[in-house]
């Protein structure tokens, strides 16, 4: 078998200080290429804490990340296109602006440029004809489709995706859901290289196992992996009903199981 | 918009303005009113204190002295606006910088200002002349430390997300500075501005009173000197309504350079 775009195996980490708290402890996960992964825990599991040492922002205190074949977290961080809860849209800039930031601060093209790749993109993402209004001035789905776009536009290998939809109102929510669902390849294929995979982050199971071929299941914090749930889904990448049920109760029980234990 | 909507907008401006003007208006114009009524009453000395009609007909008749010395006392302001902002952003930028240059420094800046201007300024002028020097030393003195202080807290009130978020774009230090951290400082840079220049036309006109050649500081100190109280008066307002009309073109320019709050 093929080598995993991203292998974390054992990793944990310990916050120093005078009283030390471990977020993770003996971490293992993989996402292949093609693959659209998540990690379900309950709050304070550490997951966005595993998502900083993925993406080469804090150090680990032991184990090991490779992400294509990189450990080096100099080497990982530009392979990960990272996107956070809160938007992080600067109010300064309007949504071609922002959208465009990422491909300005890389330095990969001209502003002109950046900004006319993210313009060619905005039908896609639901933001014609606002290019130039502030996110000020949007709703916050809309902000959300904009922090995305800025994340796909630089078509790094992996996607983080740390609950990118838990300050939006349920419906919104699940409008995003299925659109990410159908969208998170699509973009920078166009551009030429695209994100190989997706890891999501998420507190909400029916989120994840709708999205994902995989799901693992952490236990509060220190977080630990407790299950891994494989989805079925069909060639197309539909999900039946009965399915989508199934592996949500056995996700549903892993955290139960682990809640019950001391 | 239709025009309808954008003239009733632009009526609800005005009268957000009349509701802002009108009270201090009422006020003052009240004040005057009871002092005129005094002086005309108690019947008391112009020289020591003279009408507003007065002072009004004074200060018109000598406009043209008024308006020459406004001219050198409005340069003198600004120029040392420019010099403080200038030293307050690189103040800052280093204070920002680096943990150290903090400790160092900020203690100092308090200290700084500390030191009785009062004091200081004959010596300025004993230093570096009657000509501008010594007045945009003491302009700076006054003002430098509501800009540099603002804009210090302005650069460390960057969100930490936003900041991990530059370094996933792969931000590095002078990118982070320009694309988030002084566009988020503005707005904070414009508070302290407006602070300053509260006090920058007062610095003036305190260090052209300390020595000076020309400017409403020393037109003031001889206009006294020769008991023209109301020209005295009429100084001073003046003084007032030019620090006035400078922190409206400071509220102007925050308006059209933070525009997106």
């Known amino acids: 078998m093929a080598e995993p775009l991203l292998l974390v195996a054992g990793v944990s980490k310990t916050f120093g200080g005078r009283r030390p708290v ?45 992400l294509q074949g990189r450990a080096n977290p100099d080497e990982r961080r530009p392979r990960c ?3 956070f809860q809160k938007d992080l849209l600067f109010p300064w800039r309007n949504v071609l602006d922002n959208a465009a930031l990422g491909l300005e601060v890389a330095g990969v093209c001209s502003r002109v440029e950046a900004r006319g790749r993210a313009q060619a993109l905005l039908p896609r993402f639901g933001l014609a004809g606002f290019e130039s209004h502030h996110p000020a001035e949007l709703s916050g789905g809309m902000r959300q489709r ?6 796909l536009l630089l078509g790094r290998p992996l996607l983080l995706l740390d609950e990118p939809f838990a300050s939006l ?31 999501l982050v998420t507190h909400d199971v029916r989120e994840a196992v709708y999205l994902s071929d995989r799901v693992y299941v952490m236990s509060p914090r220190p977080g630990q992996m407790v299950a891994e749930v494989a989805v079925q889904r069909a060639a197309d990448g539909s999900l039946d009903a009965l399915t989508l049920a199934r592996c949500e109760e056995e996700v549903l029980a892993a955290l139960h199981l682990e809640a019950a234990l001391p | 918009m239709s ?146 202080v603002a804009l210090v807290s302005g650069l460390a009130a960057t969100d930490a997300e936003a900041l991990v978020l530059m370094r996933t774009l792969g931000a590095r230090r002078l990118q982070m500075l320009r694309l988030l951290q002084i566009p988020q400082a503005l707005p904070y840079l414009f508070t302290g501005l407006r602070i300053a ?65």
């Open chain 1, 22 to 66: 471990e977020a993770l402890r003996d971490v293992s996960l993989h996402v292949d290429a093609g693959d659209f992964v998540s990690i379900v825990g309950p709050s304070g599991c550490g997951k966005s804490t595993l998502f900083n040492l993925i993406a080469g922002i804090q150090p680990a205190t032991a184990g090991e990340l490779v």
């Open chain 1, 81 to 83: 296109g990272y996107m």
């Open chain 1, 146 to 151: 904009v922090a995305l776009l800025r994340t």
């Open chain 1, 169 to 199: 109102d349920a419906l919104t929510r699940r409008e995003l859901q299925a659109w990410l669902r159908a969208t998170w390849r699509l973009p920078v294929r166009q551009a030429g290289s695209g994100s190989e995979a997706a890891l």
């Open chain 2, 3 to 148: 025009l309808a909507a954008r003239g009733s907008g632009a009526l609800a401006r005005l009268a957000a303005w009349a509701w802002l003007a009108l009270p201090p208006a009422a006020v003052l114009a009240s004040l005057f009113a009871l002092w005129e009524a005094y002086v005309e009453l108690s019947g008391i000395d112009p020289v020591t204190l003279p009408a507003p009609s007065r002072i009004l007909d004074a200060g018109w008749a000598s406009r043209d002295a008024l308006w020459s010395n406004s001219l050198v006392t409005i340069k003198e302001t600004l120029v040392g606006l420019a010099v403080s902002v200038g030293l307050g952003v690189a103040l800052a930028l280093v204070i920002d910088a680096f943990a150290p240059a903090r400790r160092a420094l900020y203690p100092l800046l308090v200290g700084s200002q500390t030191v009785p201007i009062v004091v200081i300024a004959p010596l300025l002028v004993l230093w570096f002349g009657f000509e501008l020097t010594p007045k945009v030393v003491v302009v700076t003195l006054y003002t430098f430390f509501p800009i540099t």
């Open chain 2, 197 to 261: 220049v509260t006090y920058a036309m007062v610095g003036a006109v305190f260090a052209e009173w300390s020595g000076a050649r020309e400017g409403l500081g020393i037109y003031v100190l001889l206009m006294k000197n020769s008991f023209r109280t109301d020209l005295v008066f009429a100084a001073v307002f003046l003084i007032a309504l030019l620090s006035l009309l400078l922190f409206a073109l400071v509220a102007l320019a925050q308006r059209l350079v933070v525009r997106w709050r």
